[in-house]
């Protein structure tokens, strides 16, 4: 299916349970503000927002069984998220020949500087599956989640990294417009990513079923 398609079905879902998912994003949004329970409350929303891309309704249960299940991943996730930017902005900052005496060459430094703003934009597109993946999971594994993450950003990449263009203008637009930031910026982005995290393991699940059936006759 076309990424359109896709989003246009998420938009779809995203209306049908509309009020509660908006006051699941306003809870989010106050849960960011004590830090510790920002990560738990993302994964109670994408737990939701799995729900809703598997046919089913909102419901504050899956939101707070979310939040508990998922309270050590989603922290866990977040701490490698947080070290590899850290790393990303380090190596951006370190290259700069206006701050680091010790780099001669302008030329050198700009390329290098472009690999890491490259490969942090690629990293920033790759974060639309690690937490969807995970709760798609039979055994929520952190290992498996950004292993099988990463599989479909490889055999997607065209899909992905247009994708995440797409959320770096809604996360613009939410921050020009603050009520869109506290009413539908989160939420709607977890129906997203999790609808085409669904859709996209659809051929590698039909693949596995047709191995399996064959396997048994």
Partial sequence: ??????IWDALKRFWDDLFILVLM????????????????ALAGLWYVANQIA?????????YFWGFRHYFLRSWALALINIFLL???LTNIRFYDPDLNPLIHSETLSAWIRGFFIVLGFLWWCYQIYPMAVLLEQEQPRIGWALRNSAILFIANPGFTILLGIL?????IICTLVPP??????????????????VYLLKPFREKAKKESDQNTL
């Fill in 167 to 171: 959320v770096i203008v809604w996360a």
């Fill in 25 to 40: 994003n306003l809870l989010t949004v106050l849960l960011a503000f004590p830090v510790i329970t920002l990560p738990p």
């Fill in 86 to 88: 850290l790393v990303v």
């Fill in 1 to 6: 299916m076309s990424i359109f398609q896709i």
């Fill in 54 to 62: 598997n046919g089913h309704s909102a419901q504050w249960s899956d």
């Fill in 180 to 197: 869109l930031l506290a009413l539908v910026s989160l939420s709607l982005l977890a129906v997203v990513c999790n609808q085409t995290v």
